[in-house]
């Protein structure tokens, strides 16, 4: 039996590509050697780019995503480890391309990718399905915006976010009235639509959803505490935040996150690694976001809540490579 060819294919258009990197780095060397030859791919806005055991760069054919390497030989992938967060691999940019050129990947298709790229769509899709959020005004980059209206209707605190966005970049905590139209331009920056939401004030969890040798399974359930006023962007990378996993919840508490959680992963029809984030108020779960293509560096909180559940990260990368060559077969 020949050994499958895997590309791990890491980097991105944002500045999520440095955690990418490293993410891809603990897949390549996670995947099983004795089932798979392991590839390592870049995908950089300027290049697209195989990189071989020494650091030498070889383009990627995008007619196929293919590589010519010295001798003329081609390199064709079975199947492309999809870990960039971020576009374009985390919004399904990449994964439509994939799908027109027929290349097998992991990870949800190009539909679930961008829709729950889009915080604003994620939550009123999930919302019919019984899954609560925090109330929001959502606003386009041209938009009349009324502070006081908003303040109104959502009170204070408020978040502002960016609409798409990953890794918490462009969010702001709004204290005050005067604070707020500043904090939409820097939302502004990162995205043409915004989302301005209620405070949630409760414990903020991160729950990770994979779909495992055939049944959705719920990760783990991690508590941040974070340092700073709410879990940006360098509290989630810089380390300024404690995770706790398990959370400090009740077991009630524990099954109906788990219960939601599930719930938001098979209304979406989602498929491979998935991180949500909830704030969990007098018991209940609010979702903030869905995550298709979380960070998975080894300090990352999707690989310590697959130790804490007892999957080991051969076992966790190994079958997403191999849901992928099923349906590849189908």
Known sequence: MSKKSVAVVMGGY???YVVSLKSGQLIYDSLDRDLYDVYKVVVLKEKWYFLDQNNKEYPINRGDFSVTLENN??????????????????????????DAIGQTYTGCSF???ALTFNKKDTLAVLAKYGIPSAKSV?????DPINADEIVDVLGLPLFVKPNQSGSSLGISKVKDKSELLP????????????????FLDGMEVSVGVIDFKGETIVLGITEIVPQNEFFDYEAKYEGASEE????????????????ISKRA????????????????????PYMLEMNTNPGFSPASILPQQAKHYGISIMDLCGNEVEKALAKKSN
């Not at 706790?244 to 219960?259: G, L, M, S, Y």
């Open 183 to 198: 904090a939409t331009e820097i939302a502004f920056k990162e995205d043409q639509e915004i989302l301005i939401e209620s």
């Open 244 to 259: 706790i996993t398990p959370a400090r919840i009740d077991e009630a508490t524990t099954k109906r996150v788990e219960e």
């Open 14 to 16: 944002s500045d999520e």
């Open 265 to 284: 992963y098979d209304s979406l029809g989602m498929s491979g690694f998935s991180r949500s984030e909830y704030i969990l108020m007098d018991g209940i």
């Open 73 to 98: 030989e081609q390199l064709k992938f079975d199947v492309c480890f999809n870990i960039i967060h971020g576009t374009p691999g985390e919004n399904g940019i990449l994964q439509a391309y994939w």
């Open 111 to 113: 539909y679930q990718s």
């Open 138 to 142: 959502y606003l386009k980059k041209g």
